[in-house]
């Protein structure tokens, strides 16, 4: 007859893989019913919608079938309260004897009074330059403004402001590099002697590198701080939205379908990870001809406006082909550049960031009063 404590003991193999810890001792199983020959196991994961969950449910399985006896195992996966989650926390400590610094953990919001993803799950969309050309207007509009550069194995922002110097260590921490117009910027390539140097890391290492450019970076008084985060959705992604207090995302698209469909994806899962969309940005829409003003869509019809409505989010705007971005990017003149297609998106988003995040009036920036 099967016994709640040989199933115990075969949990006992299934090891959390992010943790490295097995699930018994890290309490997430909830509860084990034996019906004769039949097990049903109840295990609680940290972050609903858990990318690991397949994983975990399929070493569950196996775990059990290896059991004399057990002829046919169930396994529900559920989720945390944030009580558990708590308690998980701090279990994680004691069995290590360490301060816990793994991706579940909340790191302080310090001065930073709005904190926005930039995301878009497909790569090659410019993301890259939308979250450094945001970071340009709201500045503009009298706002201080950071950016963290989370795209770890492929950071461009450093190169599209023209950056090099290395950063220092101040009073309270690692002081930023500052852009011309006085934005805050920390990135992994600001660290490298040669910024063509490879970062060959996997993904704890990557996860480490992104709380610590957050959190060891003095950043001051910040209206905005922008996090530019890698395509996918996989580790850098999960770790900003668990680890960094992040009040909203902001989606960055382009017109093809095979674009929009990955977007989705990222869309997906900040929904799932509780994290608000505050709205839509179409890039590389269309170009205009020089000479008689007409609008080619390139890669054919925009989509942003129907995506987001189907997400029931807002559409901050269409930003067009520009040879003029790439002039600059390349020369690290990001700055220099004008469209008032950002300076419309800009005021969208701010108004976005009010209905989505729901900031209460001691919170909100200071420099409103410029339009």
């Not at 309490?27 to 397949?54: D, F, Y």
């Amino acid at each position: 007859m099967l016994s709640k404590k040989a199933i115990i003991d075969g949990l006992k193999r299934v090891i959390d893989p992010e943790i490295g810890i097995n699930i018994v001792d890290l309490n997430m199983v909830k509860g084990v019913e034996i019906n004769e020959n039949k097990v049903r196991v109840t295990v609680a994961l940290t972050v609903s919608n858990c990318p690991l969950a397949n994983t975990i449910k399929s070493d569950i399985e196996k775990a059990l079938e290896r059991i004399k006896g057990v002829k046919a195992v169930d396994v529900e996966l559920t989720c945390m309260t944030k009580e558990e989650l708590d308690a998980f926390s701090k279990s994680i400590q004691q069995k290590r004897g360490v301060r816990v610094t793994s991706a579940i953990e909340k790191l302080e919001r310090g001065h930073i009074r709005n904190l926005i993803a930039i995301i878009s799950g497909k790569g090659g969309v410019g993301k890259s330059f939308v979250t450094g050309m945001l970071a340009v207007e709201l500045r503009r509009q009298g706002h201080e403004v950071g950016i963290l550069d989370a795209d770890i194995t492929g950071s461009s922002i450093a190169k599209i402001f023209g950056l090099k110097e290395k950063p220092t260590k101040g009073e309270f921490g690692i002081n930023p590099i500052l852009t011309k117009l006085g934005i805050k910027v920390i990135s992994i390539n600001l660290l490298l002697d040669d910024p063509t140097t490879p970062i060959i890391w996997r993904g704890p290492i990557i996860n480490s590198a992104i709380r610590q450019l957050y959190q060891d970076v003095d950043w001051g008084e910040l209206h905005y701080l922008l996090v530019d985060l890698p395509p996918g959705t996989s580790d850098a992604p999960l770790t900003v939205f668990q680890s960094l207090p992040i009040d909203g995302a902001i989606v960055v698209s382009s017109p093809q379908d095979l674009a929009v469909m990955v977007v989705k994806k990222a869309m997906n899962m900040a929904r799932h990870m509780s994290i608000p969309i505050i709205g839509l940005i179409e890039n590389m829409s269309h170009i205009e001809c020089p000479k008689c003003g007409e609008k080619i869509e390139l890669y054919g019809p925009s989509k942003g406006s129907e995506v987001a409505k189907d997400f029931g989010i807002k559409f901050l705007g269409k930003i067009p082909v520009d040879p003029m971005i790439s002039t600059l990017s390349d020369q690290g003149k990001l700055e220099d550049y004008s469209n008032s297609a950002f300076t419309e998106i800009t005021r969208a988003l701010r108004l976005s960031i009010e209905e989505v995040v729901k900031r209460t009036s001691a919170r909100q920036p200071i420099a409103w009063s410029k339009q």
